[in-house]
């Protein structure tokens, strides 16, 4: 599990062509195969296919999704803006999540971004997977589950390419279930 | 000792950076609101036209309507006076009236959130926080409102909307002490919002002319007292009969029963 | 979708793990994290207190303490060392945090591969955002000369790289809001009677009469400023306030002249030659400093209280009383100079007179009167000049007109030149901190401007309106995570004890996410067009630094001082013996402007209208906090203030839902509520400035209440300054998709 999460952590990064790469692809495509998700792998391939540019059209789509937009920004990928308070970076549940990092002895490598952007947040999971089944029912449970579940449904809602509606649901499939 | 609150509306701007501070200071959720102002007119009055403000908080009232209606279980609380050390316990709900300085205060670890108190307000002056619960005892929030900022004041500081406020119209202090600031502005005629049916004592005073006075007391003067909702007001009945039940030792008896309602209806 | 393998069949199966799916391969070896030692939970309740914070919500600069827990920024308080704003800081200021951690501000430099206005933004790296700024720009300056560029700053961090594009790129072509749209005006007339720029430099706390021109304090909140005139006020100052609306002033005024907009100019008239034909001005001060008395006197005799009545629409009873008040206080009086001044397109005007009659009450100098703090200078350190060609592509001068510009260059001669191409092509445009689309009357007009440039950036903190326009957008660090600004003052009271202070900006947080500074960027851009060898700092605390040691003081001394310093101050009254007012300006005849104040009476608004007039709201600054949840929160629209017997003739209620359409036929595409009041002259309308955001990119601020500015088009400018004049458009009330005639 620690690599899936660590996979899944990886796919919600901003989309550079050093990791966005075709040996990344192909993990992404055989994991579907692995868990029989036909229709999702056939979309995908039929879309990267049929683009001009693939790369750029997933990072204008991560920037519209995440980062600016128009309308707006639809899917700010931190938890206090869905989640406990007023829609703002760096409120209850981003200080509680940062609280748990450091309770299993963790804390952000760099200080530029806040502990509930959803990449820590999956890399975090990764971590408790090695070793602290409990400590990751409990992060699932209390931190990450409550907000993901409305920012999958806003990203599954608006988004315009197959890659991140893929992406959520892998997310989804693999922080849903108990163990 | 009776905290209370000044208002001089001769002074105030209406600038809400006391709202804005006491947001910040308190994690106060942005569509609720500890402390408010309303900005009143321009509106004829007799005494000609007015505009003015109605920066508005908890009263800390003589006789606390919200008090009374907790439902939360009663227990033995110890109070201490800052000043003397002295002490005192009384029995109290998750609300109560603080003994020494005349705050009303919540027991935040307590609160089942069920806003009976925030119904009981005449003044709007509480607001139930749902980011937040007891969960383990089954709450549904945590009720919040304006403390008077008692623990900042214990550390010698000021409440945080007095503190900020570039105008110095919040005035805060010690009511008893005839030599205080806000005891003096009493003296001049600051007024509570009362009427006949809501006379509950409000330590939270306005003071301002002729005109602006007129026009805060008949737009912002509660004119009746509420009725709370049919469950929690339920909820708040029950509690004196819930208390009979503990101190009777009743809740055993009550369990028993139960259990073997459901033992019997296994035999059927 | 459908799951077809639960999560658990899935790690049953032999197959995957990490055996089949090389999935460590293709994650970067980085990760988020890094071990920690456990810190108990206790120690992460408290705050620590860092102090050095200079705020910049708006431009007053209160001085800052920041509370911050475990890097977060919990809370921002006055620094109770502060002798300007002390503890207080007003509520723009508390709401400071909600601009920090503001979901939609801006985080990494972004890439249109959209169109203009309707952009699609992309994530791009500072590399790549520089390497396109530097080489954009060149390629302008190559083909089109230096003057091809065009730029429109606002804000302390615009300040070092405009000096880049004046000094070094070398174009005049600058347009600053703060100016143009707001207070140059004011700046310029003193000058040309005082001989120096005024700032709001009255001594209201000392004051026996306190005379403000549509100054609404209380919902214009500038913290050491309101604390002087509420101390006026509390020591028994007559309050006197010239305003269309009963203002939160005018609220609290001993007399409020509901004079008709337009003509405030008529009013000063008539009040100063009452008190020149009744001897009831200050002979000696006029003596001693005052030029041209006698052309003065000549030039505004016709301005009777009864022909002022009649233009100004107030009794001449009141205009007396109004002058025998300020009379009877004299010189202990304040004649506000103003700060947003920008109205009628005749505002030079109104100005001038303001600063006359201060002379004329022998108001300078003096406790109550136009007093200027001695503060201490601080040297800047910015960008040498080194551009070459002098004053050959300077539109003002290649125009000859509007002789009494603030600096940089008229805002409409640069949009001209832009439209028309003539007197040449602007195709390069620099957007720093400034809302061009809020803060410049007539948004189509700016739009067509910029459609045609070759092209454009952005640097802002938040996503506003202009920045739509952007080719590349770059986010800027906020006022709390970089260095800045070195605020200097004095105490707030002058006959306090005597004192200076500097405090320089210092963050109070990292910044975050990819978000750089002034310095770094603009050295950036400076190093790809070739002026690599011109840079004189190489970061925001280098510059600082250096600055400081002029003073004989470093960031590591204010540090240990709580973020302010404070020595002696001087006494500031006084009038140098050499101190001259101008009554009559001589050099403004020469330039064939009206050298003694006088009233131009400009349009009225045509059947059916009324005059739009615009003010602030003590919760925002201009269009900038539109989006801060709490402040939005506080005032979430700008009621449309109307009059009760207009409205009750009109069948509307107090919260009708509206909207506005202008005389031009420009309807505003967001809507506002009615304010029913007695409060409002039958004759106007009024609402708060900055609502109505149309970038949608604004989360809160989207469309919340309705915008002034794009009711705004027609242009009204100012002769002697090129300055907007923007109360000059009128509109109808639009409900339910009907637009209603408004009665006279």
């Given amino acids: 599990m620690t690599d899936i999460f660590r996979f899944l952590a990886q796919s919600m990064r901003y989309p550079a062509s050093e990791w966005f790469n075709e040996d990344f692809w192909s993990v992404l495509l055989s994991l579907l195969d692995e868990l029989q998700w036909q229709e999702d792998k056939a979309e995908l391939i039929r879309v990267k296919a049929g683009a001009k540019d693939f790369l750029e059209d997933v990072q204008i789509e991560h920037t519209r999704l995440f980062i600016n937009a128009i309308p707006h920004v639809v899917a700010a990928p931190y938890a206090s803006v869905h989640c406990k308070g007023d829609g703002t970076l760096y409120g209850m549940i981003a200080e509680q999540t940062k609280k748990f990092y450091r309770e299993k002895g963790f804390a952000l490598a760099k200080e530029n971004d806040l502990p509930d952007h959803i990449v820590y947040e999956l890399e975090f999971l990764a971590i408790l997977a090695n070793d602290d089944p409990d400590g990751q029912k409990k992060f699932l449970e209390t931190l990450f589950t409550p907000w993901f579940k409305i920012f999958k449904s806003k990203v599954l809602e608006e988004a315009h390419h197959p890659y991140y509606r893929v992406v959520m649901n892998l997310i989804d499939f693999f922080t849903r279930e108990e163990l | 000792m009776q905290y209370g609150m000044i208002i001089d509306l001769n002074r105030c701007v209406g600038c809400h950076a006391c709202t804005i501070a006491c947001k910040a200071e308190w994690d106060v959720p942005v569509d609720k609101e500890r402390n408010w102002v309303r900005r009143l007119g321009p509106a004829n009055t007799p005494e000609g036209l007015a505009s003015t403000y109605y920066p508005g908080l908890c009263n800390h009232c003589n006789e606390p309507s919200c008090v009374p209606v907790c439902p939360a279980d009663v227990i033995e609380k110890t109070f201490t006076d800052s000043k003397t050390g002295q002490t005192k316990s009384m029995e109290v709900a998750a609300t109560y009236k603080d003994p020494f300085n005349g705050t009303v205060q919540i027991d935040k670890d307590r609160c089942l959130g069920c ?48 503190q ?54 008949t737009t912002s003067t509660p004119t009746e007292m509420p009725s709370a909702s049919l469950r929690r007001s339920l909820m708040a009945r029950l509690k004196p009969e819930m208390r009979k039940v503990k101190n009777f030792g009743l809740l055993g008896l009550a369990g028993a029963v139960l259990v073997s309602g459901l033992t019997e209806d296994k035999k059927e | 979708m459908s799951f077809k393998v639960t999560r658990r069949k899935f790690l049953q199966t032999a197959s995957i793990a990490a055996a089949t799916l090389p999935l460590a391969k293709v994650v970067s070896a980085e990760t988020g994290f890094v071990r920690d030692p456990f810190t108990p939970p206790g120690s992460l309740e408290g705050t620590q207190t860092v102090t050095g914070g200079v705020c910049e919500m708006c431009f007053w600069r209160c001085q800052l303490v920041g509370k911050v827990r475990d890097k977060k920024l919990v809370k921002l308080e006055g620094n109770p060392k502060s002798i300007d704003n002390g503890k207080s800081i007003c509520a723009r200021g508390n709401a400071g945090i909600k601009l920090l951690y503001d979901p939609d501000r801006l985080k990494f430099p972004l890439k249109n591969v959209g169109e203009r206005g309707k952009p699609v933004w ?57 100016f143009f749209q707001c207070r140059g005006i004011r700046d310029m007339a003193y000058m040309a009677t005082f001989g120096l720029a005024p700032d709001e430099n009255v001594d209201m706390a000392n004051a026996k009469a306190i005379f403000l021109i549509g100054c609404h304090f209380g919902e214009n909140v500038h913290v050491s400023h309101v604390k002087k005139y509420l101390k006026g006020l509390e020591n028994g100052a007559k309050l006197i306030v010239v305003d269309p609306r009963y203002s939160a002033s005018a609220a609290k005024s001993d007399i409020w002249v509901k004079i008709k907009p337009a003509t405030d100019t008529a009013f000063l008239l008539a009040v100063m030659n009452y008190l020149v034909q009744k001897d ?8 001693a400093h005052c030029v041209g008395f006698e052309e003065f006197k000549k030039g505004i005799s016709h301005a009777s209280l009864d022909w002022a009545a009649k233009i100004c ?56 009167g136009f007093v200027k703090g001695k503060g201490v200078k601080v040297k800047g350190i910015t960008w040498p000049t080194v551009a070459e060609g002098g004053e050959e592509h300077n539109l003002r001068l290649m125009a000859d007109k509007y002789h009494y510009a603030p600096p940089g260059t008229p805002t409409e001669l640069i949009r001209d030149a832009c439209i028309t191409g003539k007197p040449y092509p602007i195709k390069g445009c620099v957007v720093w901190g400034q809302n061009p689309m809020q803060t410049i009357p007539n948004q189509q007009k700016m739009v067509d ?14 996503p506003t309106d202009i920045t739509m326009y952007a080719d590349i957008l770059l986010p800027e660090a906020c006022y709390l995570e970089r260095y800045d600004f070195i605020k200097t003052g004095t105490q707030w009271n002058f006959t306090d004890k005597q004192q200076q202070y500097i405090a320089p900006r210092m963050p109070l947080v990292d910044a975050m996410f990819e978000r750089k500074d002034e310095i770094w960027i603009t050295n950036e851009i400076a190093k790809r067009m070739g002026y690599g060898d011109k840079i004189p700092v ?8 250096k600055e400081l040691a002029g003073v004989n003081l470093s960031i590591e001394q204010l540090k240990k001082e709580d973020g302010i310093h404070i ?33 131009i009476a400009v349009e009225e608004a045509p059947k059916g209208f009324t005059r739009l007039v615009y003010g602030r709201s003590p919760v925002h600054t201009f269009n900038r906090t539109q989006n801060n949840v709490w402040l939005h929160n506080a005032m979430p629209v700008n009621p449309l203030w109307l009059n009760d017997e207009i409205a009750m003739k009109m069948g509307l209620k107090d919260g009708d839902e509206i909207e506005l359409v202008n005389s031009e036929g420009v309807k505003s595409s967001s809507k506002t509520v009615i304010k029913v009041t007695p409060g409002i002259r039958k004759d106007t309308v009024y609402m708060a400035h900055g609502y109505g955001s149309k970038n949608p990119l604004l989360t809160v601020g989207f469309h919340a209440g309705a915008d002034d500015q794009q009711l705004i088009t027609k242009l009204a400018i100012d002769p002697e300054t090129g300055c907007n004049g923007m109360r000059n458009n009128f509109v109808k009330i639009v409900k339910d998709g009907k637009s209603l005639d408004i009665p006279a």
């Fill in chain 3, 122 to 178: 992309k994530q791009i790296s500072w590399q790549e955002a520089l390497d396109e700024c530097g080489s954009k720009l060149k390629a302008v300056q190559d083909k089109y000369g230096s003057q091809g560029i065009a730029m429109f700053p606002h804000g302390a961090s615009a300040k070092y790289p405009m000096d880049f594009f004046e000094k070094v790129v070398g174009t005049h072509n600058v347009s600053e809001a703060s």
């Fill in chain 3, 449 to 462: 401007a910029l459609k045609q440039m070759d092209f454009i950036m952005c640097v802002d903190v938040m």
């Fill in chain 3, 313 to 368: 629409d107030v009794p001449a009873k009141q205009i007396q009383e109004v002058a025998e008040v300020l009379a009877a206080s004299a010189p202990n009086v304040s004649v506000h100079p103003g700060r947003h001044v920008s109205w009628y397109g005749t505002d030079f005007q109104r100005i001038r007179a303001h600063a006359c009659l201060t002379a004329l009450l022998g108001a300078i100098g003096v406790k109550g």
């Fill in chain 3, 280 to 287: 009831k001005y200050d002979k000696k001060f006029v003596e």
């Fill in chain 3, 538 to 545: 190489n970061s925001l605390e280098e510059k600082i630094n």
């Fill in chain 2, 164 to 217: 900020t406020c570039l105008a110095n119209a919040r005035i805060f202090g010690d009511l008893d002490d005839p030599n205080s600031e806000v005891a003096k502005y009493v003296k001049k005629g600051a007024k509570g919002l009362t009427s006949p049916a809501v006379n509950i004592g409000p330590n939270s005073r306005y003071y301002g002319n002729k005109k602006d006075m007129y026009l805060l007391t």
């Fill in chain 3, 567 to 599: 020595q002696d101050g001087k006494d500031p009254y006084g009038v140098p013996e050499d101190f001259e007012v101008q009554l009559y300006n001589e050099d403004l005849a020469d330039k064939g402007y009206p050298a003694v104040p006088t009233y």
């Fill in chain 2, 115 to 162: 806003g009976a108190c925030a119904d009981a307000c005449p003044y709007g002056a509480r607001y139930v926080n749902t980011d937040i619960k007891n969960e383990e005892i089954g709450g549904e929030g945590i009720a919040d409102k304006c403390t008077y900022c008692v623990t900042r004041v214990e550390k010698g500081l000021e409440p945080a909307c007095v």
